[in-house]
């Protein structure tokens, strides 16, 4: 684990972990717009939160046919049985190239911490969004998620990111010392 100023009121700690473990007041999913679950971390956390959860996520309003949460944005609900007591729904980009993709990755970071910040929490644990079935290039991903985190920061006090496997943890520590 490694910790970060990222600004002069919010920590940044990198660490490499389960990210249902988490005890920040909100862990983000890397959702799809469907918003009733899937594979990756969104499989994990539905797994760990309890059915009670899918039945929130289904509550929330369809903005049209079949999508909850268009790409970019962010939806809250609680955490049930999970140690945080809010789960940030934020739907990233399918990578299909940096100049189409960049703006609805750091769209889904801004959106998912204002939601914070909208909601009073002081701490947030981001798992690497996109970066897994949607296909985002780490070393793209890093900069991006740690730039918009520092621009959005705002009041929060703390915000995780919580990575699978040591080359992911690797190269958002490098990216953390690169830009910090
Ligand atoms: N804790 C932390 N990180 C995790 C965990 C976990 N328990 N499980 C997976 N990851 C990591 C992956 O290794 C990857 O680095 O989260 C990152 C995001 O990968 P995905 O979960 O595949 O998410 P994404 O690439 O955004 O694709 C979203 O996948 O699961 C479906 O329903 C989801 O359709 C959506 C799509």
């Known amino acids: 684990m490694e910790r970060f100023a990222l600004t002069e009121t ?35 956390i539905h797994r760990a939160a309890g059915r009670e959860l899918a039945e ?3 509550r929330v ?6 999508v909850r949460c268009p790409t970019g944005e962010a939806r809250i609900t609680p955490g049930f049985r999970l140690r945080a007591r809010h789960v940030i729904h934020t739907v990233g980009p399918v990578y299909r190239s940096a100049e189409k993709s960049a703006p609805l990755l750091r769209s889904a970071y801004r959106s998912s ?32 998620s740690l730039e918009t985190c520092r621009e959005h920061a ?12 040591r080359p992911t943890y690797r190269v958002w520590c490098d990216a953390a010392e690169e830009l910090l």
Do not use: H, W
């Open 10 to 44: 919010c920590a940044l700690v990198v660490q490499e972990g389960d990210l249902t473990q988490s005890a920040t007041d909100a862990i983000v999913n890397a959702a799809n717009e469907r918003m009733l679950g899937g594979g990756g971390v969104d499989g994990a």
């Open 154 to 165: 705002g009041p929060l006090k703390e915000i995780r990111f919580v990575l699978f496997g």
């Open 56 to 58: 929130a996520c289904r």
């Open 113 to 144: 911490l204002e939601l914070a910040v909208e909601n009073g929490l002081a701490s947030i644990a981001f798992p690497a969004i996109s970066c897994g079935v949607y296909g985002y290039p780490l070393e793209e991903a890093a900069p991006l």
């Open 61 to 66: 309003a369809e903005v049209r046919p079949d």
